[in-house]
C-alpha cells in the first residue's frame, strides 16, 4: 500500500450498529466495505416490521451526531416518563422527563424504520460500499512491507465464490453468536438465564400518554413502552420451559396474561400482534479487541432486556470508538487500550445492575415481594437515587 492509498476499513455486520458505526465516518477518507451473510431486506419487508427498538436519550444523541436522527424521527414515539412496581402493592415509581429538564427519556422506534433508514443513508456515501450474502469466512493477520503496520488479510465468500481482500482493520458488529470473535480466539463469559422474552406490540383500551411501564411480578418483569398514542411494545419474560406454550399461545390468552401481570392501568387490550420469542443469556468476551480487530454490539456483550440497554450499549461502543478513527486515522492495539478499559467499566457497570434486577426480582421466597416494595418505597424518598436511576436510563 503506497502512502497515498485510503486506508480501508471493513465492517462485518449490517444491523443498526455496523451500519451506524459506518455512517459515523461518512465524511471520513476510509473507503469502508460493510458486508453482511444474509440478503438485503426489501423496504417494504422493512416498512411491515413491527418489532420495536427503545433508545435510551444518549443514542438519540449519537444518532443526531452521525445526522440520521431527523430521517428517523417521524417513526419514533418519545418515552415521558416512566412507571416502576411491583405487582400486589400500591407503591410505584414514576420518573418525569420535565423534572430533568428534558422532553423526554429517549423513544421508540420500528427496527424496519431504523435500519431502512441506515441503508438509505449508506446508499447515498461514496466511501461506503455494502455488500450483502457476502461472509468473512477467515482472516490473517500480517506486517505490511515496511514491517511496522498490521493489515488484515480477509477471505470473503459471496455466491460460492471466494476472493481474499487487504483491510487496515475490521469491525465485528455481528452479533451474540459473532464468528469473527470466534475466529479471533477471544474467550467469552456466557450465563444462560433460562428464561425466554416473549416480544410483540398490543393496542390498548387507553391512551398512554408517552409513559414506559417497568412491572415486576412473581412470575417475571414485564416492560410496556409507548407506540403512537394506544399502541405498547410488550416485552414479557417467562421461564425457558414455557418457550413453546408462548410461541403457540392465541392472542386472547396472551393479553389475558400481559392484564394479569400489570392490571387495567390502560384498559382492556384489543388487540396484539405475532410474538416473537428470544431464549436469555448474558454474554461478556475477556476483550474487545485485537491486532486490526475491534467487537461492537452483540459481538462484545449481550444481556438480558430487562433494563433496555443492549443495543444502546452498542451505540455507546461506536459513540466511543468513532473518534480513534477520525480523519482517515486507523488505531493500533495499543492506541485502544483506554478504549477497552472505558468499555470494560460501561458494561460490567450494566451487565451488573440488569443481573441484580434480574436476580433480586426473580426471587420467589417470602417476604421477597415485600422487600422489593419496601425497596420501591425508598426510591421514592431518596432524590438522588431517584435521579441517578433516571440518568441510567438515558444511558449515562
Not at 354 to 370: H, K, Q
Request: proline letters at 4%; one cysteine or more; charged letters at 25%.
Amino acid at each position: 500500500m503506497t502512502k497515498d492509498q485510503k486506508k480501508r476499513l471493513l465492517i462485518s455486520g449490517a444491523g443498526p450498529i455496523g451500519l451506524s458505526f459506518a455512517l459515523g465516518l461518512k465524511d471520513s477518507s476510509l473507503d469502508i466495505v460493510v458486508v453482511d451473510q444474509k440478503k438485503r431486506p426489501t423496504d417494504t419487508l422493512l416498512e411491515q416490521d413491527t418489532r420495536m427498538i427503545a433508545l435510551s436519550h444518549r443514542s438519540v444523541k449519537f444518532l443526531e451526531s452521525i445526522n440520521i436522527w431527523q430521517a428517523l424521527k417521524p417513526f419514533a414515539t418519545p418515552i415521558e416518563s416512566v412507571h416502576i412496581s411491583e405487582k400486589g402493592y400500591a407503591t410505584k415509581v414514576e420518573l418525569f422527563a420535565s423534572e430533568h429538564d428534558l422532553q423526554d427519556f429517549g423513544a421508540l422506534i420500528p427496527m424496519g424504520r431504523l435500519v431502512l433508514g441506515m441503508l438509505k443513508a449508506i446508499d447515498s456515501c461514496p466511501n461506503i460500499t455494502y455488500l450483502d450474502e457476502t461472509r468473512l469466512m477467515h482472516y490473517d493477520v500480517e506486517k505490511d512491507l515496511s514491517g511496522h503496520q498490521d493489515i488484515a488479510f480477509c477471505d470473503l465468500q459471496h455466491a460460492g465464490e471466494k476472493r481474499r481482500e487487504s483491510f487496515d482493520w475490521i469491525v465485528a458488529a455481528e452479533g451474540m453468536n459473532s464468528h469473527l470473535r470466534m475466529l479471533s480466539g477471544i474467550e467469552s463469559y456466557h450465563t444462560d438465564y433460562n428464561q425466554v422474552a416473549v416480544i410483540a406490540r398490543a393496542r390498548f383500551e387507553r391512551p398512554h400518554h408517552n409513559m414506559a411501564y417497568e412491572r415486576f411480578t412473581s412470575d417475571g418483569p414485564l416492560a410496556l413502552l409507548p407506540v403512537g398514542s394506544h399502541e405498547m411494545a410488550v416485552v414479557m419474560i417467562a421461564d425457558r420451559e414455557d418457550k413453546a406454550r408462548w410461541q403457540n399461545a392465541l392472542d386472547s390468552v396472551f393479553a389475558n396474561e400481559v392484564i394479569y401481570r400489570l392490571g387495567y392501568d390502560l384498559g382492556e387490550i384489543e388487540s396484539v400482534t405475532q410474538r416473537h420469542v428470544w431464549d436469555l443469556t448474558l454474554m461478556v468476551p475477556k476483550g474487545v479487541c485485537k491486532p486490526c480487530l475491534t467487537l461492537i454490539g452483540n459481538s462484545a456483550h449481550s444481556l438480558h432486556p430487562i433494563a433496555g440497554q443492549g443495543l444502546n450499549l452498542g451505540f455507546r461502543d461506536c459513540e466511543l470508538l468513532l473518534p480513534y478513527f477520525a480523519g482517515g486515522v486507523i488505531p493500533s492495539l495499543h492506541d485502544l487500550e483506554r478504549y477497552q478499559r472505558e468499555r470494560r467499566h460501561d458494561v460490567v457497570t450494566v451487565v451488573g445492575a440488569t443481573d441484580f434486577l434480574v436476580r433480586s426480582f426473580g426471587l420467589d421466597i417470602p417476604f421477597a415481594p415485600a422487600a422489593r416494595n419496601m425497596a420501591l418505597k425508598t426510591i421514592n424518598f431518596i432524590k438522588p437515587l431517584k435521579k441517578r436511576i433516571a440518568r441510567f436510563g438515558m444511558g449515562y
